[in-house]
């Protein structure tokens, strides 16, 4: 039967690459010959250690810079890479549980520039005191100028998400932060871009957007940074027992990880996350441009300067404002090319999501945008 052709803008769980796919399809009963599939491998088998081995020496590696000019390295010595549960909302917790008793005032500085860092800052708060560093934004469509910000020179950590999923509001740069420990929340933008680690004490990522499926997230974390834990922290979220124990403190997903070591090879190949960046630069433009040169008939919110190039959210005006009938139209004309989630309407273009894709779409709305035009 023919597969139907679908082109997969989703949030995320989102796009995978197609090789990886039918390389996990073609080794699923059959793991490199062992006789049974990675679903049902005992997690303290020597042939899931050589996957948990792979996956994070690729990570590691991965955060290399591919150019002869860059400052990026693989990922320092001095810290931990750690493939836990609990999604990217474990970590709003897990991040305060193990660090915010890292100074003894217990406070920590936030920025709050979308859904999912207000979520985590009012996470935090069930922990210690949270400082909100910047003025209040009334909406997530800009990151605020940081001569406005106000660092708590005490604070155990700042926090700031890098890439707002939901808003498409993206930093594209690292906050500074006087020395104090700084932590990122890289769920959406992960691996789409090389990254200085050093700069960070903790970096962590769901894996179900830019590298892999649902049920493993990536924490990066500062080996000094360790042993600080506030005691009512759950043994599981706890990073000293799940660093020491090499992410095996208790059973971890297997399967996930598999998948995730299947698509770092897979960036690996194309080029490194430099080559990432250079294809997401390019396929958001795309979108970009479409909507700079549509005359207003498509807006996007966000600020210029922080437009991010994962997901970008965008109204189909028309003649008036919030033309909910005209947007509608839009969707269901996507949906009919085939074109899956530009919900909201909002396009993720992930690492999977290919320069085809986005010109699909970039073509769509340009046909779309002359058919309404007078
Ligand atoms: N952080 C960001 C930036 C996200 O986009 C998401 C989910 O989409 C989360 C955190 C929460 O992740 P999870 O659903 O894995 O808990």
Redesign the pocket.
């Known amino acids: 039967m023919e597969q139907k052709q679908t082109i997969n803008f989703g949030?995320?769980p989102a796009k995978l690459p197609q090789s990886v796919l039918l390389q996990a399809q073609k080794e699923l009963l059959n793991f490199s010959s062992t006789g049974i599939s990675v679903l049902e491998m005992s997690h303290r088998s020597s042939d899931f250690n050589k996957i948990l081995d792979k996956t994070k020496s690729l990570l590691r590696e991965l955060r290399v810079c591919l150019t002869h000019f860059s400052l990026y390295r693989n990922i320092p010595d001095n810290y931990k890479v750690m493939f836990l549960q609990g999604?990217?909302?474990?970590q709003f917790s897990a991040v305060p549980l193990n660090l915010i008793g890292l100074k003894k005032d217990r406070c920590a500085d936030y920025l709050v520039t979308g859904t999912?860092s207000a979520k985590a800052a009012k996470e935090a708060e069930k922990y210690g005191k949270v400082n909100i560093v910047h003025p209040k934004l009334d909406s997530y469509t800009k990151i605020p100028d940081s001569s406005s910000w106000t660092l708590n020179p005490s604070a155990s950590y700042v926090y700031y998400?890098c890439?707002?999923?939901v808003h498409g509001v993206e930093y594209n740069f690292t906050p500074e932060t006087n020395g104090v420990v700084l932590v990122s929340?890289m769920?959406?933008n992960f691996l789409s871009r090389p990254v200085d680690v050093s700069k960070f004490g903790l970096i962590f990522a769901?894996a179900?957007k830019n590298v892999g499926c649902?049920g493993v997230?990536v924490v990066i974390v500062r080996e000094d940074l360790l042993g600080h834990t506030l005691n009512e922290c759950p043994i599981v979220l706890d990073y000293k027992v799940q660093a020491e124990m090499d992410s095996l403190y208790n059973t971890p997903p297997c399967f996930s990880i598999y998948i995730m070591g299947l698509v770092l090879e897979w960036i690996k190949n194309n080029g490194g996350s430099a080559a990432m960046e250079t294809l997401n630069k390019q396929k958001s433009a795309m979108i970009y441009d479409m909507i700079n040169a549509s005359n207003g008939f498509y807006v996007c919110p966000v600020d210029v300067s922080c437009r991010s190039r994962m997901n970008v959210p965008f109204r189909a005006m028309g003649k008036k404002e919030g033309d909910e009938a005209l947007e509608k139209e839009f969707l269901d004309g996507a949906a009919k090319r085939g074109m899956k989630s530009v919900g909201g309407i909002r396009a993720s273009l992930y690492n999977a999501v290919t320069l085809e894709d986005s010109e699909a779409l970039a073509t769509y709305m340009k046909e779309f945008l002359e058919q309404h035009q007078k």
Do not use: F, L, P, R
């Not at 999604?87 to 474990?90: A, N």
């Open positions: 949030a995320g999604g990217g909302s474990g999912w998400c890439n707002e999923t929340d769920s959406s769901g179900q649902a997230t």
